[in-house]
């Protein structure tokens, strides 16, 4: 979203097709040096406890360039720590979001101040409002896969009219 143009609550900064789209050079140019990050269709699809290739190699590379990274999931810790450990970064597990307590909780972890942050993730109600309640920018991708689970479903269609808006305003579109 440019600068002159006040995103709101339930609208991202900038989408993304898939994170691996999210380049270096897009995150140097704003100044993001730690990044936190939604798993469940962001990172891998729903359950898995393996990263696509890509994706793992995307990490890898960021990680070498000096970016931080944290998972943050409304997850419990059983699905995030391990998963967290087997990839190589911090965690904030029963993040609540889109409570901003989790986010908050990375910070810490991180200690950067909140212009350095950027949260990626695939949900508008959860990832994309609690970046914004936390106050760091919001970054969207693409869901990896079709969600399958009610409950997301529902917000699928939700988010429909939202992301309608968002491209109307001329919100921005990276690497797609
Ligand atoms: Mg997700």
Partial sequence: MHANKK??????????????AVTPEFLKERGITALVLDIDNTLTTHDSPELPADVAQWLEARKAEG??????SNNHEPRVAPFAQKIGVKWVAD?????????ARAQQQF???KEQMALIGDQLFTDVL????FGIKALLVEPMAPDHKKLIRFKRV?????????DKRGGERCGG
């Fill in 130 to 133: 609690g970046a914004r309640l």
């Fill in 7 to 20: 995103p709101g609550l339930f609208l991202p900064d900038t989408v993304f097709p898939r994170i691996t």
């Fill in 95 to 103: 993040a609540a979001k889109p409570l901003p307590r989790g986010l």
């Fill in 111 to 113: 200690g950067v101040p």
């Fill in 67 to 72: 970016f931080q990274f944290a998972v943050a």
């Fill in 158 to 166: 939700l988010e429909k009219p939202l992301m309608i808006l968002y």
